[in-house]
Protein backbone atom coordinates (compact mmCIF):
# COMPACT_ATOMS: atom_id res chain seq x y z
CA UNK A 1 0.00 0.00 0.00
CA UNK A 2 2.78 2.14 0.42
CA UNK A 3 2.44 3.31 -3.66
CA UNK A 4 -0.59 4.54 -3.04
CA UNK A 5 -0.48 8.22 -1.29
CA UNK A 6 -3.10 8.30 1.66
CA UNK A 7 -4.72 11.58 0.80
CA UNK A 8 -6.00 9.94 -1.82
CA UNK A 9 -7.90 7.25 -0.45
CA UNK A 10 -11.68 7.32 -0.51
CA UNK A 11 -13.88 6.97 2.86
CA UNK A 12 -13.78 3.36 3.85
CA UNK A 13 -16.63 1.02 2.02
CA UNK A 14 -18.22 -1.91 3.58
CA UNK A 15 -16.81 -5.26 1.89
CA UNK A 16 -20.82 -5.97 1.82
CA UNK A 17 -21.32 -3.50 -0.61
CA UNK A 18 -18.21 -3.87 -2.59
CA UNK A 19 -19.17 -7.49 -2.79
CA UNK A 20 -22.88 -6.68 -4.19
CA UNK A 21 -21.31 -4.29 -6.83
CA UNK A 22 -19.41 -6.51 -7.77
CA UNK A 23 -15.58 -5.04 -7.16
CA UNK A 24 -14.98 -7.70 -4.46
CA UNK A 25 -16.42 -11.31 -4.40
CA UNK A 26 -16.72 -13.29 -1.47
CA UNK A 27 -12.75 -14.68 -0.82
CA UNK A 28 -11.15 -13.08 -3.17
CA UNK A 29 -8.58 -10.56 -3.22
CA UNK A 30 -9.80 -6.51 -1.53
CA UNK A 31 -7.86 -4.72 -4.00
CA UNK A 32 -6.95 -4.98 -7.93
CA UNK A 33 -5.01 -1.96 -9.06
CA UNK A 34 -4.74 -0.70 -12.75
CA UNK A 35 -1.03 -1.45 -14.24
CA UNK A 36 0.86 -3.91 -12.86
CA UNK A 37 -0.67 -6.33 -10.04
CA UNK A 38 -0.75 -5.04 -6.63
CA UNK A 39 -3.04 -6.64 -4.65
CA UNK A 40 -3.58 -7.25 -0.78
CA UNK A 41 -5.33 -10.01 1.12
CA UNK A 42 -8.46 -9.36 2.71
CA UNK A 43 -7.82 -8.52 6.89
CA UNK A 44 -9.08 -11.34 8.97
CA UNK A 45 -12.10 -10.14 10.92
CA UNK A 46 -12.61 -6.41 9.15
CA UNK A 47 -15.62 -5.73 7.67
CA UNK A 48 -14.31 -2.03 6.27
CA UNK A 49 -11.54 -1.19 3.77
CA UNK A 50 -10.15 1.82 1.96
CA UNK A 51 -10.65 2.29 -1.31
CA UNK A 52 -7.75 4.26 -3.25
CA UNK A 53 -8.39 6.58 -6.57
CA UNK A 54 -7.18 4.19 -9.46
CA UNK A 55 -9.39 0.90 -8.29
CA UNK A 56 -10.69 -1.14 -10.98
CA UNK A 57 -14.73 -1.13 -10.35
CA UNK A 58 -16.78 -3.66 -12.25
CA UNK A 59 -18.64 -1.20 -14.86
CA UNK A 60 -22.03 -2.21 -15.34
CA UNK A 61 -22.75 -1.60 -11.52
CA UNK A 62 -21.24 1.89 -11.17
CA UNK A 63 -22.22 2.92 -14.41
CA UNK A 64 -25.39 1.60 -14.71
CA UNK A 65 -25.27 0.51 -17.86
CA UNK A 66 -25.72 -2.98 -19.43
CA UNK A 67 -23.36 -5.13 -19.42
CA UNK A 68 -24.01 -5.54 -23.80
CA UNK A 69 -23.77 -1.67 -24.04
CA UNK A 70 -20.62 -1.74 -22.34
CA UNK A 71 -19.49 -4.39 -24.65
CA UNK A 72 -21.04 -2.64 -27.64
CA UNK A 73 -18.59 0.52 -26.72
CA UNK A 74 -16.23 -1.98 -26.38
CA UNK A 75 -16.40 -2.96 -29.88
CA UNK A 76 -16.78 0.09 -31.36
CA UNK A 77 -13.63 1.91 -30.12
CA UNK A 78 -15.66 4.51 -27.70
CA UNK A 79 -14.82 2.92 -24.13
CA UNK A 80 -11.91 0.85 -23.84
CA UNK A 81 -12.09 -0.91 -20.23
CA UNK A 82 -8.99 -0.59 -18.01
CA UNK A 83 -8.91 -4.62 -18.11
CA UNK A 84 -10.58 -8.17 -18.99
CA UNK A 85 -10.95 -10.64 -17.21
CA UNK A 86 -9.42 -13.63 -19.31
CA UNK A 87 -11.19 -16.40 -17.43
CA UNK A 88 -14.87 -14.72 -17.19
CA UNK A 89 -14.34 -11.77 -19.82
CA UNK A 90 -15.59 -9.29 -17.73
CA UNK A 91 -14.46 -5.96 -17.70
CA UNK A 92 -13.44 -3.78 -15.38
CA UNK A 93 -12.90 -0.25 -15.63
CA UNK A 94 -11.54 2.88 -13.18
CA UNK A 95 -13.56 5.27 -11.61
CA UNK A 96 -12.50 8.03 -13.76
CA UNK A 97 -14.03 6.67 -16.87
CA UNK A 98 -17.39 6.13 -15.62
CA UNK A 99 -18.07 10.48 -16.41
CA UNK A 100 -17.31 9.16 -20.06
CA UNK A 101 -19.33 5.80 -20.20
CA UNK A 102 -21.98 8.01 -19.22
CA UNK A 103 -21.79 10.50 -21.53
CA UNK A 104 -21.37 8.03 -24.43
CA UNK A 105 -25.06 7.19 -23.08
CA UNK A 106 -26.66 10.03 -22.98
CA UNK A 107 -25.10 10.72 -26.74
CA UNK A 108 -26.17 7.31 -27.93
CA UNK A 109 -29.84 7.76 -26.34
CA UNK A 110 -29.64 11.10 -28.55
CA UNK A 111 -28.80 8.88 -31.76
CA UNK A 112 -25.57 11.10 -32.43
CA UNK A 113 -24.02 8.99 -34.70
CA UNK A 114 -20.82 6.34 -33.67
CA UNK A 115 -18.29 9.23 -35.70
CA UNK A 116 -19.76 12.04 -33.91
CA UNK A 117 -19.56 10.62 -30.96
CA UNK A 118 -15.45 9.60 -31.03
CA UNK A 119 -15.17 13.40 -32.18
CA UNK A 120 -16.93 14.77 -29.37
CA UNK A 121 -15.00 12.50 -26.85
CA UNK A 122 -11.85 13.35 -29.10
CA UNK A 123 -12.00 17.50 -28.93
CA UNK A 124 -10.38 19.05 -26.43
CA UNK A 125 -12.28 22.21 -27.37
CA UNK A 126 -15.41 22.82 -25.33
CA UNK A 127 -16.79 24.81 -28.24
CA UNK A 128 -16.34 22.01 -30.92
CA UNK A 129 -18.09 19.61 -28.56
CA UNK A 130 -21.01 22.46 -27.98
CA UNK A 131 -21.18 22.74 -32.03
CA UNK A 132 -20.84 19.21 -33.10
CA UNK A 133 -23.84 18.28 -29.94
CA UNK A 134 -25.95 21.34 -31.25
CA UNK A 135 -25.99 20.60 -34.46
CA UNK A 136 -27.63 17.07 -33.85
CA UNK A 137 -30.03 18.39 -31.45
CA UNK A 138 -30.77 20.93 -34.82
CA UNK A 139 -31.30 17.92 -37.42
CA UNK A 140 -33.36 15.84 -34.22
CA UNK A 141 -35.55 18.80 -33.80
CA UNK A 142 -36.20 18.98 -37.35
CA UNK A 143 -37.11 15.68 -37.75
CA UNK A 144 -39.47 16.28 -34.78
CA UNK A 145 -41.36 18.81 -36.71
CA UNK A 146 -41.35 16.58 -39.27
CA UNK A 147 -42.95 13.85 -37.43
CA UNK A 148 -45.42 15.91 -36.07
CA UNK A 149 -46.78 17.37 -39.42
CA UNK A 150 -47.31 13.71 -40.21
CA UNK A 151 -48.72 13.21 -37.33
CA UNK A 152 -50.88 16.40 -37.83
CA UNK A 153 -51.87 15.63 -41.42
CA UNK A 154 -52.94 11.58 -40.86
CA UNK A 155 -55.04 12.89 -37.73
CA UNK A 156 -57.00 15.73 -40.12
CA UNK A 157 -57.52 12.26 -42.86
CA UNK A 158 -59.37 10.19 -40.43
CA UNK A 159 -61.09 12.64 -38.65
CA UNK A 160 -61.88 15.33 -41.85
CA UNK A 161 -63.61 18.68 -41.56
CA UNK A 162 -67.21 17.87 -41.31
CA UNK A 163 -68.40 20.92 -43.63
CA UNK A 164 -67.68 20.77 -47.68
CA UNK A 165 -64.38 22.19 -49.81
CA UNK A 166 -65.44 25.89 -50.84
CA UNK A 167 -63.75 26.03 -54.23
CA UNK A 168 -64.12 29.06 -56.55
CA UNK A 169 -62.84 29.22 -60.28
CA UNK A 170 -61.13 32.14 -61.29
CA UNK A 171 -59.67 33.79 -63.89
CA UNK A 172 -56.37 35.19 -63.44
CA UNK A 173 -54.94 37.46 -65.80
CA UNK A 174 -51.25 38.39 -67.27
CA UNK A 175 -48.88 39.63 -65.03
CA UNK A 176 -45.70 40.74 -65.13
CA UNK A 177 -43.97 40.22 -61.79
CA UNK A 178 -40.65 40.16 -59.93
CA UNK A 179 -39.74 37.16 -58.88
CA UNK A 180 -36.82 35.00 -57.38
CA UNK A 181 -37.03 31.39 -58.98
CA UNK A 182 -34.57 28.45 -59.31
CA UNK A 183 -34.44 24.56 -59.07
CA UNK A 184 -34.66 23.12 -55.63
CA UNK A 185 -34.81 20.44 -53.52
CA UNK A 186 -38.15 19.82 -51.96
CA UNK A 187 -36.96 19.18 -48.54
CA UNK A 188 -34.70 22.79 -49.06
CA UNK A 189 -38.22 24.70 -50.46
CA UNK A 190 -38.71 26.08 -46.91
CA UNK A 191 -35.40 27.56 -46.72
CA UNK A 192 -35.06 29.12 -50.08
CA UNK A 193 -38.29 30.54 -49.56
CA UNK A 194 -37.03 32.59 -46.69
CA UNK A 195 -34.26 33.53 -48.34
CA UNK A 196 -36.07 34.51 -51.93
CA UNK A 197 -38.49 36.53 -49.67
CA UNK A 198 -35.98 38.54 -48.00
CA UNK A 199 -34.51 40.14 -51.12
CA UNK A 200 -37.93 40.58 -52.54
CA UNK A 201 -39.11 42.46 -49.61
CA UNK A 202 -35.51 44.20 -50.15
CA UNK A 203 -36.05 45.06 -54.01
CA UNK A 204 -39.80 45.83 -53.86
CA UNK A 205 -40.71 47.97 -50.49
CA UNK A 206 -44.19 49.04 -51.50
CA UNK A 207 -46.30 45.75 -52.68
CA UNK A 208 -49.56 45.76 -54.44
CA UNK A 209 -50.24 42.89 -52.83
CA UNK A 210 -49.64 39.34 -50.73
CA UNK A 211 -46.67 37.70 -52.29
CA UNK A 212 -46.89 33.94 -54.13
CA UNK A 213 -45.45 31.24 -55.34
CA UNK A 214 -45.25 28.91 -58.36
CA UNK A 215 -44.47 25.43 -58.29
CA UNK A 216 -43.90 22.75 -60.82
CA UNK A 217 -45.47 18.90 -60.09
CA UNK A 218 -42.24 17.86 -60.40
CA UNK A 219 -41.06 19.10 -57.37
CA UNK A 220 -43.65 17.70 -55.20
CA UNK A 221 -43.63 13.66 -57.43
CA UNK A 222 -39.83 13.48 -57.82
CA UNK A 223 -38.64 15.89 -54.41
CA UNK A 224 -37.25 18.48 -57.03
CA UNK A 225 -38.50 20.70 -59.40
CA UNK A 226 -38.65 24.36 -60.32
CA UNK A 227 -40.09 26.73 -57.82
CA UNK A 228 -40.73 30.62 -58.00
CA UNK A 229 -42.09 33.27 -55.50
CA UNK A 230 -43.22 36.53 -56.31
CA UNK A 231 -44.87 39.80 -55.60
CA UNK A 232 -47.23 42.01 -57.11
CA UNK A 233 -46.51 45.06 -58.44
CA UNK A 234 -48.10 48.66 -60.18
CA UNK A 235 -45.06 49.25 -62.48
CA UNK A 236 -42.98 47.01 -63.93
CA UNK A 237 -39.88 45.48 -61.75
CA UNK A 238 -36.25 46.64 -62.04
CA UNK A 239 -33.70 43.41 -61.66
CA UNK A 240 -31.38 43.30 -58.51
CA UNK A 241 -29.96 40.02 -57.57
CA UNK A 242 -31.58 37.41 -57.70
CA UNK A 243 -34.60 39.42 -58.35
CA UNK A 244 -35.63 39.81 -62.12
CA UNK A 245 -39.11 40.37 -64.03
CA UNK A 246 -40.96 37.35 -65.09
CA UNK A 247 -44.69 37.53 -67.14
CA UNK A 248 -47.11 35.34 -65.91
CA UNK A 249 -49.47 33.77 -68.07
CA UNK A 250 -53.20 34.08 -67.66
CA UNK A 251 -54.52 30.93 -65.97
CA UNK A 252 -58.02 29.15 -64.85
CA UNK A 253 -57.71 28.20 -61.48
CA UNK A 254 -59.78 25.72 -59.17
CA UNK A 255 -59.20 28.08 -55.93
CA UNK A 256 -59.83 27.12 -52.07
CA UNK A 257 -57.90 28.58 -49.18
CA UNK A 258 -56.22 26.25 -46.46
CA UNK A 259 -56.71 27.71 -42.52
CA UNK A 260 -53.82 27.44 -40.34
CA UNK A 261 -49.94 26.77 -40.81
CA UNK A 262 -48.92 24.27 -43.51
CA UNK A 263 -48.42 21.16 -41.57
CA UNK A 264 -51.70 19.73 -42.95
CA UNK A 265 -51.46 21.84 -46.16
CA UNK A 266 -50.74 18.07 -47.93
CA UNK A 267 -54.84 17.15 -47.19
CA UNK A 268 -55.97 20.42 -47.99
CA UNK A 269 -54.24 19.64 -51.58
CA UNK A 270 -55.90 16.33 -51.88
CA UNK A 271 -59.27 17.78 -51.11
CA UNK A 272 -58.94 20.33 -54.23
CA UNK A 273 -57.54 17.72 -56.27
CA UNK A 274 -60.55 15.56 -55.57
CA UNK A 275 -62.79 18.03 -56.27
CA UNK A 276 -60.91 18.78 -59.93
CA UNK A 277 -61.37 15.34 -60.85
CA UNK A 278 -65.06 15.78 -60.24
CA UNK A 279 -65.70 19.21 -61.54
CA UNK A 280 -63.15 20.14 -63.71
CA UNK A 281 -60.40 19.20 -66.23
CA UNK A 282 -56.96 19.46 -64.63
CA UNK A 283 -54.15 20.79 -67.05
CA UNK A 284 -50.85 21.15 -67.12
CA UNK A 285 -49.57 24.26 -65.63
CA UNK A 286 -47.67 24.84 -62.17
CA UNK A 287 -49.68 25.07 -58.84
CA UNK A 288 -49.84 28.53 -57.77
CA UNK A 289 -50.32 29.50 -54.18
CA UNK A 290 -51.11 33.22 -52.25
CA UNK A 291 -49.66 33.82 -49.11
CA UNK A 292 -52.84 36.16 -47.32
CA UNK A 293 -51.88 35.92 -44.56
CA UNK A 294 -49.02 34.01 -42.76
CA UNK A 295 -45.41 34.28 -40.89
CA UNK A 296 -44.80 37.39 -42.18
CA UNK A 297 -47.77 38.76 -40.69
CA UNK A 298 -48.51 36.94 -37.34
CA UNK A 299 -46.80 34.46 -35.06
CA UNK A 300 -50.58 33.29 -34.55
CA UNK A 301 -50.53 30.24 -36.82
CA UNK A 302 -54.09 29.34 -36.45
CA UNK A 303 -54.82 32.70 -38.26
CA UNK A 304 -52.59 32.07 -41.05
CA UNK A 305 -54.38 31.69 -44.81
CA UNK A 306 -53.01 29.80 -48.15
CA UNK A 307 -54.50 30.58 -51.24
CA UNK A 308 -53.90 27.24 -53.36
CA UNK A 309 -55.01 27.41 -57.10
CA UNK A 310 -55.21 24.33 -59.07
CA UNK A 311 -55.13 24.99 -63.46
CA UNK A 312 -58.04 23.62 -64.29
CA UNK A 313 -60.62 23.99 -67.95
CA UNK A 314 -63.64 24.22 -66.77
CA UNK A 315 -65.93 21.30 -67.95
CA UNK A 316 -69.13 21.58 -65.83
CA UNK A 317 -71.12 24.25 -64.10
CA UNK A 318 -70.40 24.70 -60.39
Known amino acids: MSRIPKASWQPPVRLSVLNRIGVVQPGEVTHCWV ?5 TASPSG ?12 G ?5 HLSIRTLRRYHDTGLLAPARVDDATGYRYYRAEQIPAAQVIHRLR ?3 LPLAEVRRVLASPDPAERADLIAGHLQRLEDQLERTRAAVASLQRLLQPRPAG ?6 RVPAATVPAVQATVDLDEVLGWYTGAMAELDAAVPTPAGPPGG ?24 HPTGRV ?3 ALPAAELAVTTHPGDHDTIDVTYGELGRWVV ?6 AGPVRERYLRGPRDTHDAASWRTEIGWPVYRITPT
Open 278 to 283: EHALAV
Open 46 to 57: TNEIPIPDGVVF
Open 244 to 246: HPV
Open 214 to 237: LYDNELFTTGRGHALVYLPVAEPP
Open 165 to 170: LRVELR
Open 59 to 63: GAQLT
Open 109 to 111: QLD
Open 35 to 39: GPPHC
